[in-house]
């Protein structure tokens, strides 16, 4: 084994603490004051380093990278890869503009702090999780995730507390599974979901070595020729992996916060809604997105309005 230390690049928006508390799905696990994640790299995806992601100085955050082997020729791609998932290099000077004026985003980020949520480090982990989400609640999607790690996943050389790290299965060993073994890990109806994804990206050779090339646009039709991916579906895993290129994602938690907070109406349409956000926010949508539904209905309180959901960001 080889281990690596890294200095990831930082601005003064980065805040860990968020990071380090919200959104922490399997295969990302909280470890006292890190965050430990296994990434895969390589040029078919079969080799995996784990990383584990501690904020040294308010202004630094640093990572052990643990390679499998003797060399660690991966750790610029490692590097990349952190770079990505954490949005270390979001303008975010860009969204402190479009909050002046705007109380209620102005209350959420000074509640969350400048920062995104975690992207997913390939396109086919998120459209797991997009797929786990479906017709539930957002905190069901942590245990999902966790049990499809350690039932199909590689197990790593790393611990959190006294428990094994595994990393994210491949396409390949999720479509070997059969449709009990899915269920199993408490996907219940998504198992024919996720099994179909599997296969059809194993038929297809998907790496993320190779797709993370292609820009959203060419993607977003490549996912919508698996059966059971739709348009929402597609738009979203994307969005969550390359950060950027799909459509806003309005599902009914995002209609009821946006119709309750900005249009005095918490059964507004979804139609409604996603033009709202369109010509508000633009191209920031997501990120923004991601601040008005992280805790939602605590920042809300000293605003004196309420939603009518509860932010899954905490497990």
């Given at each position: 084994?080889?281990?690596?230390?890294?200095?990831?690049?930082?601005?003064?928006?980065?805040?860990?603490?968020?990071?380090?508390?919200?959104?922490?799905?399997?295969?990302?696990v909280q470890d006292g004051e890190e965050l430990v994640r296994p990434i895969r790299f390589g040029a078919n995806d079969a080799q995996i380093a784990t990383v584990r992601i501690r904020q040294t100085a308010?202004?630094?955050?640093?990572?052990?990278?643990?390679?499998?082997?003797?060399?660690?020729?991966?750790?610029?791609?490692?590097?990349?890869?952190?770079?990505?998932?954490?949005?270390?290099d979001y303008p975010y000077d860009e969204i402190e503009s479009l909050a002046a004026g705007d109380a209620v985003l102005t209350a959420a980020l000074r509640h969350r702090g400048l920062g995104g949520g975690?992207?997913?480090?390939?396109?086919?982990?998120?459209?797991?999780?997009?797929?786990?989400?479906?017709?539930?609640?957002?905190?069901?999607?942590?245990?999902?995730?966790?049990?499809?790690?350690?039932?199909?996943?590689?197990?790593?050389?790393?611990?959190?507390?006294?428990?094994?790290?595994?990393?994210?299965?491949?396409?390949?060993?999720?479509?070997?599974?059969?449709?009990?073994?899915?269920?199993?890990?408490?996907?219940?109806f998504r198992a024919r979901a996720l099994s179909s994804a599997a296969t059809h990206l194993a038929d297809n050779h998907y790496t993320w070595h190779r797709w993370k090339t292609f820009k959203p646009a060419?993607?977003?039709?490549?996912?919508?020729?698996?059966?059971?991916?739709?348009?929402?579906?597609?738009?979203?895993?994307?969005?969550?992996?390359?950060?950027?290129?799909?459509?806003?994602?309005?599902?009914?938690?995002?209609?009821?916060?946006?119709?309750?907070?900005?249009?005095?109406?918490?059964?507004?349409?979804?139609?409604?809604?996603?033009?709202?956000?369109?010509?508000?926010?633009?191209?920031?949508?997501?990120?923004?997105?991601?601040?008005?539904?992280?805790?939602?209905?605590?920042?809300?309180?000293?605003?004196?309005?309420?939603?009518?959901?509860?932010?899954?960001?905490?497990?």
């Open positions: 084994m080889t281990l690596r230390r890294l200095e990831l690049p930082v601005d003064r928006h980065v805040d860990f603490t968020h990071a380090l508390e919200t959104y922490v799905i399997y295969p990302w308010p202004d630094r955050l640093e990572a052990n990278v643990q390679f499998g082997g003797s060399s660690s020729h991966g750790l610029s791609e490692v590097c990349d890869t952190l770079v990505r998932c954490l949005q270390l975690k992207l997913y480090p390939d396109l086919f982990e998120a459209l797991c999780g997009v797929i786990c989400a479906q017709r539930t609640r957002f905190a069901r999607i942590y245990g999902m995730m966790r049990k499809l790690a350690e039932s199909f996943g590689d197990r790593t050389c790393e611990t959190a507390g006294s428990e094994p790290v595994y990393a994210f299965p491949t396409p390949a060993q999720l479509a070997a599974a059969i449709d009990e073994e899915l269920r199993t890990c408490g996907v219940g060419e993607v977003i039709p490549n996912l919508l020729g698996i059966r059971g991916v739709g348009p929402y579906t597609a738009n979203l895993a994307v969005n969550l992996t390359y950060g950027s290129g799909g459509s806003a994602h309005v599902d009914s938690y995002v209609t009821n916060v946006i119709g309750s907070l900005y249009l005095n109406n918490p059964n507004a349409s979804p139609d409604n809604v996603g033009r709202f956000i369109d010509q508000r926010w633009g191209k920031h949508a997501e990120p923004v997105l991601d601040l008005l539904t992280t805790d939602t209905e605590t920042w809300v309180a000293e605003l004196g309005m309420t939603v009518g959901v509860r932010s899954g960001a905490r497990a």
